[in-house]
């Protein structure tokens, strides 16, 4: 099993990035994102089931990001808009085959794969 996570960059506050997830190996019922800021703890930011008509959202980025996903290509999309420096952070995709609840999803431990992350970075 293997999640290759790219679309990373450097934009300016405002700006947009759009991060993608390919998934390869398995067959996975949800998938999340997460991210990690210097100094800080990995924070849930989105999660969404294989269907695509469940997900959820961190609170602090209702309104801006998007998760989606396209089971034909096994990737999982990231849409970033209205970026802030504090979104900073390299961004993790992880998988899970388990079936949960979506509102678990924010826990790390409910996932089972990780990919590598790619670097987001905001300037202002």
């Known amino acids: 099993v293997q999640l290759q996570a790219s679309g990373g960059g450097l934009v300016q506050a405002g700006g947009s990035l759009r991060l993608s997830c390919v998934a390869s190996?398995?067959?996975?019922?949800?998938y999340g994102w997460f991210r990690q800021a210097p100094g800080k703890e990995r924070e849930f930011v989105a999660a969404?089931?294989?269907?695509?008509?469940?997900?959820y959202y961190a609170d602090f980025v209702k309104g801006r990001f998007t998760i989606s996903r396209d089971n034909a290509k096994n990737t999982v999309y990231l849409q970033m808009n209205s970026l802030k420096p504090e979104d900073t952070a390299v961004y993790s995709c992880?998988?899970?085959?388990?079936?949960?609840?979506?509102?678990?999803?924010?826990?790390?431990?409910?996932?089972?794969?990780w990919g590598q992350g790619t670097q987001v970075t905001v300037s202002s």
């Open positions: 969404i089931t294989r269907s695509g008509g469940s997900f």
């Open positions: 190996g398995g067959t996975f019922s949800r």
């Open positions: 992880a998988a899970t085959t388990r079936v949960q609840s979506i509102v678990v999803l924010t826990s790390t431990a409910m996932y089972d794969y």
